[in-house]
C-alpha cells in the first residue's frame, strides 16, 4: 500500500539523490554493500560489514591500550604515545601494504588530536572530547533527517538496495526508515548520556572502558537489527523498478 509524502520543495528531490548516492556509495565500499546483497547475515558478511577482524583490531586496540597502560601507571604521555603509536603503525602497515588506508587513516588523526588536546590540557579526560563531538554531530545529522521527512538510513538503505529514493512513496518504508533512523540517533545519544558524566567527573578509567564497551559492541547487534529490519521490509515491498 503506498501513499504519496508531502510535496518536497523545490531542489529538495535532487539534493537528497546526492546525498543518497554518497552515502549508499560509501557504505558499499566499508562492506555494507556486501551485507545488502546477502540473504542471511551469516559471520563473514557481518565482520566484512563491520571492516573484517583487521578493522575491529585497528578500531579497539588503540583504545584498549590507552586504557590499560593509563590505569596502570598514570603516565599520560605514555599511554597517549602507545595509543597513537599503535595507530600510527596501522596506518603505516596499510599504505606498505596498498590496502585501503582511509579508515585507519581517519584514527589516527582522531587519535592524534585527541591526544594533542589531552596533553595541551593535561587534562587525561580530555582524549575523549572529539568522540563526544562526533557523537553529537552524528546524532543531530540523524534527527535532522528525520524532522526533514528524509531519514539518513532510508537514504543508504534506497541506494544499497537499488531504488534510491522512491521509497519515499511507500508510507511503511517511510516508517521504518525513520523509526531506524532515531534508533542510530539513540545509540550515539546514549554514548553521551553515559560518558559525558564521567568525563565531568574526571573518572578516565570508566571513560576509556565505557568508549570501548559502547563501541563495536553496541554497533553490531544494531547493524544486525537494521539489516533484518530492511531485508523484510523489502521482501514485503520489493524496490521499486
Same mark, same amino acid.
Given at each position: 500500500?503506498?501513499?504519496n ?9 535532487d539534493?537528497a539523490e ?6 549508499g556509495?560509501a557504505a =558499499?565500499?566499508s $562492506?555494507?554493500?556486501a551485507?545488502a /546483497? &546477502?540473504?542471511? +547475515?551469516n559471520g563473514?558478511? *557481518? %565482520?566484512? =560489514?563491520?571492516? $573484517?577482524?583487521?578493522?575491529?583490531? /585497528? &578500531?579497539?586496540? +588503540?583504545?584498549?591500550?590507552? *586504557? %590499560?597502560?593509563?590505569t596502570?601507571?598514570?603516565?599520560l604521555?605514555?599511554?597517549?604515545g602507545?595509543s ?8 603505516a ?5 596498498g590496502t ?6 581517519g ?7 585527541s ?13 575523549f572530547v ?5 557523537n ?7 534527527l ?6 528524509w ?8 541506494y ?10 511507500v508510507a511503511?518504508k517511510?516508517?521504518?526508515f525513520?523509526?531506524l ?5 539513540g545509540?550515539f545519544?546514549?554514548r553521551?548520556a ?6 565531568v567527573?574526571?573518572?578516565?578509567e570508566?571513560?576509556a572502558a565505557?568508549?570501548l ?7 553490531a547487534?544494531?547493524l544486525?537489527l537494521t539489516?533484518?529490519?530492511?531485508r523484510?521490509?523489502?521482501?514485503k ?5
Amino acid at each position: 500500500m503506498t501513499s504519496n509524502p508531502p510535496e518536497d520543495r523545490k531542489g529538495e528531490p535532487d539534493t537528497a539523490e546526492a546525498i543518497a548516492a554518497a552515502l549508499g556509495s560509501a557504505a =558499499a565500499k566499508s $562492506g555494507l554493500g556486501a551485507l545488502a /546483497e &546477502a540473504d542471511k +547475515p551469516n559471520g563473514k558478511v *557481518l %565482520l566484512e =560489514a563491520m571492516g $573484517g577482524i583487521r578493522g575491529i583490531v /585497528e &578500531a579497539i586496540l +588503540p583504545g584498549l591500550l590507552f *586504557l %590499560l597502560v593509563y590505569t596502570a601507571s598514570k603516565n599520560l604521555p605514555l599511554a597517549l604515545g602507545i595509543s597513537v603509536g599503535v595507530a600510527a603503525i596501522f596506518t603505516a602497515l596499510r599504505l606498505v601494504q596498498g590496502t585501503p588506508v582511509s579508515s585507519a587513516l581517519g584514527g589516527l588523526i582522531a587519535a592524534g588530536a585527541s591526544a594533542a588536546l589531552a596533553l595541551m590540557t593535561n587534562r587525561p579526560e580530555d582524549n575523549f572530547v572529539l568522540g563526544f563531538v562526533t557523537n553529537g554531530v552524528y546524532a543531530t545529522a540523524l534527527l535532522i533527517s528525520v524532522a526533514v521527512r528524509w531519514p539518513i538510513i532510508g537514504l543508504v538503505a534506497g541506494y544499497l538496495m537499488g531504488e534510491g529514493t522512491a521509497w519515499r512513496q511507500v508510507a511503511v518504508k517511510r516508517r521504518v526508515f525513520a523509526v531506524l533512523t532515531l534508533c542510530w540517533a539513540g545509540m550515539f545519544l546514549l554514548r553521551l548520556a553515559v560518558q559525558l558524566p564521567l568525563y565531568v567527573a574526571g573518572n578516565v578509567e570508566w571513560l576509556a572502558a565505557t568508549k570501548l564497551i559502547m563501541g563495536i559492541p553496541l554497533y553490531a547487534p544494531l547493524l544486525i537489527l537494521t539489516w533484518l529490519v530492511v531485508r523484510a521490509v523489502y521482501r514485503k515491498y520489493p524496490a521499486a523498478a
